[in-house]
């Protein structure tokens, strides 16, 4: 290579022996830069550190002044070293001082150097630092001198991420690699959870970096690629689901990519620099990372995504291992830490050790958040690159109530944090000690609460929690988690252990709620503008019955001997009710006919969800048999805020004089008709809610397991008729303000009620 010394296998060579001796942090800087300028024939080598504060510290120099080390220190967005970090890419310029970015400390005394080629020190895909050399002639650096210095800054960011240049660091600005970092995602599963980084796909730990033998590792590269290509073919060709669940358009993608001229040149490349061939698909993997998390193109994003899957697999292929690695190592606390995950992947870890996740992606409908929420696990989604962030082993904190993730916390944190987590656990025994209690207020008001369920993971929830019943079964969970579309036979079983579980108990069943968000990835979809008001739950069961009256099936005979409380989710209108009633009635001769045996009982009812039955109360308690008010639908539909958009979904107060009548109205009319009522919905789970619905007059309520023990002490030590007195008038009179949230605060606080 022209201009360089020995070229870069040479300086690989020599920075490996740096590496392995026995000297201080700052005199082995020292030595690379030195080695790094001799060997590009560079008067310049700079080391630049990014330090927690988003500066860049000079940490080490050889050409520029000596006592500019440590001392100077460049905003985030400062000169060309800068936008080196900054865009995560290279900067190879003749004439440095004629680039728009161009500016000089004089402190350096850098000004008579023309130019410039830096890169930035990466590791899976965040800037740790800069490298950069100068030269005082205009000097174009060529493609493989850029190359080269890409692979050096490789040696620089395993320095870095070890953590070895800490102590150089002032208190304050640390290397910001491996230091403490809080950031804010979405909240998926409630709870808080302290424990270890475990990586759902454990980064490939690469022990030889640099090659010896540059055909041996060009044959090795070629095979591992052929190896991948037709393992790959074997994945696709073996139905639509292989791998760990992968779903086979990802896996064609990897397919094709695996193919990708472009990428495959530039591992050579890196390999023909003095990398082993695992080194060199890392250090391509690590820029594809840098691309990816500045990508703003959801496409390209995607598309990146899967070329970084793929560096994966071609890194286990090249280094031996199997794609999936065990999990013996797992600690007691692990926080698993993941771009995506599956339900079933969730389900494969030891319960008794995972304590939380952490998720790149993943919104709250999610099937693996859903799963979490079952397990009980605390969730924190929407973390940018978080398995980029973490290395296996840190320390890290979950809080799944308010979306926070704290990674290698500060002392006082996780102090802070370990006094919530007790005070929690007191909190808990406390309630687990109500467990028994029948829950009736103090005026004598019998108030039953149930459980909202959807998966097996959730039956041992009725026991723990002494609920009175299921009073929502979101059937639909089965079918988001699985697979493949939920055979009847499989449908059957379930529904016979939850009545199992249940013993005598009632349970709730709801028909399929699907469409709109809630998309079933097996399911033609079809694209709707307004997916919450589209064809979903009951509109699609009665256009296509087909689905339906199996599931309808399946409920009736798994009820055999027993009763069946089953409902239909989004009735808009009581001639729906009605259609959607005569199904079960059609479905029960078919069953009597065959000489199965029937459930005694079946109760049909519906949910309140949708506005338009607000207005048709009397007909609807005509006609069902009971009916269950669905909140978290009915506000989004009354306030036209959707529910899964945070910018308007907290606009609205549910507890504001307009939803309150409205549910004061369905509970008047309920006990007119002599009709069950109760309410599934959010509104339910939260203390203040609960107390609200008492007083407007539900005796029936269906809470997250864990909206058990702390609605019940509530309700304990409510008076029902003091709260009557105390709130009705707000609902009853033109009122000021809307929201009663304030009074039922201020009564709660003079009754001495926990909210
Ligand atoms: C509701 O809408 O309040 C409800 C309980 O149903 P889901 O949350 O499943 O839509
Ligand atoms: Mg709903």
Request: glycine share 8%.
């Amino acid at each position: 290579m022209r201009g360089a010394l020995g070229g870069p296998r040479v300086l690989l060579r020599r920075l490996r022996e740096v590496m392995a001796e026995r000297v201080s942090a700052q005199e082995r800087l020292d030595k690379v830069v030195v080695l790094i300028a001799a060997n590009m024939v560079a008067e310049v080598c700079s080391v630049y550190v990014l330090r927690v504060d988003g500066t860049l510290e000079l940490y080490a120099t050889e050409g520029l002044k000596r006592e500019a080390v440590h001392e100077t220190v460049l905003k985030a967005d400062e000169g060309l070293v800068g936008l080196v970090a900054s865009e995560a890419n290279p900067i190879n310029l003749s004439e440095a001082q004629a680039h728009p970015a161009f500016s000089y400390r004089p402190e350096t005394g850098e000004e008579v150097y023309h130019s410039f080629l830096g890169v930035p020190i990466l590791r899976a895909g965040n800037t740790l630092g800069v490298l950069v050399v100068q030269n005082r002639a205009r000097r174009t650096y060529t493609e493989e001198e850029e190359e080269a210095l890409q692979t050096t800054s490789m040696v620089l960011a395993e320095m870095i991420a070890s953590g070895e240049l800490s102590a150089l660091a002032r208190p304050g600005a640390e290397p910001a690699a491996r230091h403490t970092m809080h950031v804010q995602g979405a909240s998926l599963s409630d709870g808080i959870a302290l424990g270890h980084v475990v990586l759902h796909e454990p980064r490939v730990v690469i022990t030889n970096v640099i090659a010896d033998d540059l055909p041996r590792e060009l044959k090795r590269l070629d095979t591992a690629i052929s190896t991948l290509r037709s393992d790959l073919d074997r994945m696709v060709e073996h139905r639509d689901v292989a791998d760990g669940g992968e779903h086979r358009d990802v896996l064609e993608a990897y397919r094709m990519f695996s193919y990708d001229q472009g990428w495959l040149h530039r591992i050579r490349e890196a390999v023909s620099t003095g990398l082993t061939a695992e080194a060199a698909v890392e250090r391509v993997q690590s820029d594809t990372r840098a691309r990816m998390l500045r990508a703003s193109d959801p496409y390209l994003r995607d598309r990146l995504h899967d070329l970084d899957d793929l560096a994966n697999r071609l890194m286990r292929v090249l280094m031996g291992q199997d794609h999936a690695p065990g999990r013996e190592q797992m600690p007691d606390n692990a926080i698993v830490v993941a771009r995506s995950m599956g339900p079933a992947a969730l389900l494969d870890y030891d319960r008794k050790k995972l304590r939380g996740l952490i998720l790149e992606e993943g919104g709250p409908t999610s099937h693996v958040s859903i799963v979490a929420r079952a397990l009980g696990i605390p969730t924190v989604g929407e973390i940018e690159n978080a398995t980029g962030l973490v290395e296996p082993g840190d320390a890290v904190i979950v809080d799944g109530t308010t979306g926070n993730v704290h990674l290698r916390p500060p002392q006082d944190i996780e102090v802070a944090y370990g006094e919530r987590v007790k005070l929690r656990a007191r909190k808990q025994a406390q309630y687990r000690a109500l467990r028994e209690r029948p829950c009736v207020t103090k005026d004598g008001e019998k108030v039953a609460l149930m459980i909202n369920a959807g998966l097996t993971i959730d039956l041992p929830h009725i026991e723990e929690t002494g609920a009175a019943g299921i009073g929502l079964f979101r059937t639909e969970l089965q079918f988001m988690v699985a697979p493949t579309l939920p055979r009847v036979g499989e449908q059957l079983s379930l529904y016979r252990s939850v009545l199992d579980a249940a013993e005598k108990k009632p349970v709730i069943f709801r028909t399929l709620d699907i469409g709109g968000d809630k998309v079933l990835p097996y399911m033609r979809n079809f694209e709707e503008e307004n997916p919450a008001l589209g064809w979903r739950a009951i509109r699609l069961g009665l256009d296509r019955p087909g689905l339906l009256r199996s599931q309808v099936r399946a409920l009736l005979r798994a009820s055999g001997g027993r009763e069946l409380r089953l409902m239909f989710p989004m009735i808009a209108m009581v001639e729906e009710f009605d259609k959607a009633k005569s199904l079960v009635e059609i479905e029960l001769t078919h069953l009597r006919r065959h000489g199965h045996q029937l459930p005694d009982r079946v109760h049909i009812g519906t949910m309140l969800e949708v506005p338009s039955l607000l207005f048709q109360l009397d007909e609807l308690f005509e006609r069902v048999d009971f009916l269950s008010v669905g909140s978290n639908d009915l506000m989004q539909f009354l306030y036209a805020a959707d529910r899964g958009n945070t910018r308007v979904s907290d606009r609205f107060d549910p507890l504001s004089a307009p939803v309150l009548r409205a549910l004061k109205e369905i509970a008047d009319k309920a006990r007119k008709h002599g009709k069950p009522v109760s309410l599934c919905g959010e509104l339910a789970s939260q203390p203040i809610g609960a107390l609200a619905l008492a007083i407007i007059g539900y005796r029936a309520l269906s809470l997250s397991p864990s909206a058990v023990g702390p609605v019940k002490a509530l309700l304990l030590d409510l008076d029902t008729r003091r709260g009557q007195e105390a709130i009705l008038p707000y609902l009853a009179q033109p009122v000021g303000s809307v929201s009663i949230r304030s009074k039922l605060e201020d009564f709660a606080a003079a009754e001495g009620l926990q909210l």
